[in-house]
C-alpha cells in the first residue's frame, strides 16, 4: 500500500466507527394500548410534545389505533425533540421516566396533559425561565396524573434515559420533523397533522386486505 492508499483505508476505519449509532436495547419505541408486535400495520409515530402539529395530530392517530385495534395496528411513539423546541427535550425525558417508572398508559395520560397546557411551554413564554423552574413546571403536570413531584423532580436529575438512542434511531430513518409517521418502515410523506379517521383509512384498509 502507498501512503495516499494506506490514509483512505485509515480514515474509513477513523468514519466507520464514529458514525455507529448506539444499537437499541430494546426494539425503539413506546406501544400504544394493547398494539401488538405482530400486527400486520406497524405505525410508527414521531413527535415532540412542544409541536403544535404533533398536537393537532396526535388524538387523530389514537383514533385510527382504537378504530384498527391492537391486533391489526400497532402504534408506536417515538419522540423526536426538535433542536429549536427548548423544552420539548426535558418533556419527552419525563414522559420515558414515567413509561419507566409508572407504566406506557400513566406515560400517555401525562402526554395528553402536557397538550393540554402546551402553550405554557412553547419559548417565546418560558424564555425568561430557568432550566430548573421548566423542571418544576414539568413536575407540575406529572402531579396531575398522579406522579409525585419531588419525587419525578429529584429522578428526572438523574435519569439515564433512553431518549438519545431514540432521538438518534429517528435520524437514521430520516426524520427531520414532527409528526411524521411511518407505516411497515415507509415514511407516509403525504400524510398530514390534519389528517383524519378517513384519510388514514384511504391509505391502511387496502393494506389490511391480505387478511380477509
Ligand atoms: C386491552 O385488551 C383487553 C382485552 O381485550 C381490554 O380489556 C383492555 O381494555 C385493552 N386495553 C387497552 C389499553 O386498549
Ligand atoms: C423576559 O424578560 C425581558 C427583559 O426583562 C422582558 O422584556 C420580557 O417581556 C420577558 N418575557 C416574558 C415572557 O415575560
Redesign the pocket.
Known amino acids: 500500500m502507498n501512503a495516499a492508499v494506506e490514509l483512505v483505508v485509515l480514515f474509513s476505519v477513523v468514519s466507520l466507527g464514529a458514525s455507529q449509532v448506539p444499537v437499541p436495547k430494546l426494539p425503539p419505541g413506546h406501544t400504544y394500548g394493547n398494539g401488538s408486535s405482530s400486527a400486520p400495520i406497524q405505525l410508527d409515530f414521531f413527535i415532540d410534545l412542544q409541536c403544535s402539529d404533533t398536537k393537532e395530530a396526535f388524538p387523530t392517530l389514537l383514533q385510527v389505533a382504537d378504530y384498527y385495534g391492537g391486533k391489526r395496528l400497532r402504534l408506536l411513539f417515538h419522540f423526536f425533540p426538535l433542536p429549536y423546541h427548548r423544552n420539548s427535550y426535558v418533556l419527552a425525558q419525563g414522559a420515558e421516566l414515567i413509561a419507566a417508572k409508572n407504566n406506557e398508559a400513566v406515560a400517555l395520560a401525562y402526554m395528553n396533559a402536557v397538550f393540554r397546557v402546551q402553550d405554557r411551554f412553547l419559548n417565546?413564554?418560558?424564555?425568561?425561565k430557568s432550566a430548573i423552574a421548566i423542571i418544576s413546571d414539568v413536575a407540575a403536570v406529572a402531579r396531575t396524573v398522579g406522579v409525585n413531584p419531588s419525587q419525578f423532580i429529584n429522578e428526572l436529575a438523574n435519569y439515564d434515559s433512553p431518549l438519545r438512542t431514540q432521538w438518534k434511531y429517528g435520524c437514521t430513518r430520516g426524520v427531520a420533523q414532527t409528526p411524521d409517521f411511518f407505516i411497515n418502515g415507509i415514511q407516509i410523506v403525504q400524510a398530514t397533522p390534519s389528517w383524519s379517521l378517513k384519510d388514514w383509512k384511504k391509505i391502511i384498509d387496502p393494506l389490511l386486505t391480505i387478511l380477509d
Open positions: 417565546k413564554p418560558t424564555e425568561n
